[in-house]
């Protein structure tokens, strides 16, 4: 109920201003200052205070103005702060985003071997071949099978396009083959370094001029391959064969 008395009396201190062209060659009370102004817009005086406070600055005009001017001033203040916080929750937004972007760069591929056959159990890429028959070690392959399978991957940031082929050696091993393409510029993205993120030998990968790199993987187990270029994360696969 205070607070709403002291918005009354500010309120009407404007209309009176507004009705007044005094301030316009204002001078000052010898009563009251700014602090004493401040003092009231915040609730800080006592009731003795407050009725002596409005007794005066209803026939004193300086401090009709200066009760105007502090409360347009300590708007302004609180306009600024508000400001400053919706700019830095803004920015908190926008790294949020950013961070949600990059995530959509990780590409998982859930890769299953039987006997006699590869096939893609789970993947967040586009399957373009999702099973292949392989062999086992020891057995003479057929030149004539494909021995690959094979997903798509659109990456957000920068869009790219990701081609990912895993297929069987002569040595029945198997290796990634990563193929890199840039939409927008209508051209395969070179000098792209992977590695595995859990090779002790540190080997790296580079991309050639067609945008194409080989990996050679285990026949078994989780693989995490990291791409850079410029020393800057491009993008993650999560490679998992059973």
Known sequence: METQTTQKFVEAAKRAMANCDHHSKSSVCDRY?????????NGNMDNG????FKEHCNVCPECLEGLYQADRKDNLEVNQKEDKYLFHKTIEILDKIDIQK????????FIKISDTLMEIIETTGKIITAKT??????????????????????????????????????????CLHVSLFQPDLDEFMSDVQFFLKDD???DQYTTDIYGEVIIPLETSGSHVIICKTKNEPLAEFNISIK
């Open 133 to 174: 028959p392989v062999t086992v070690r020891g057995e003479k392959r057929d030149n004539n099978m494909q021995n690959s399978i094979q997903i798509v991957e659109d990456l957000s940031t920068p869009p790219l396009s990701a081609q990912l082929t895993i297929s069987q050696q002569e040595n029945s091993q198997f």
């Open 49 to 52: 205070e407050k009725t002596e």
């Open 200 to 202: 002790k030998r540190k």
């Open 102 to 109: 990059t995530s959509k760069n990780i590409v998982k591929l």
């Open 33 to 41: 200052k700014t602090t004493d102004y401040v003092k009231y817009i």
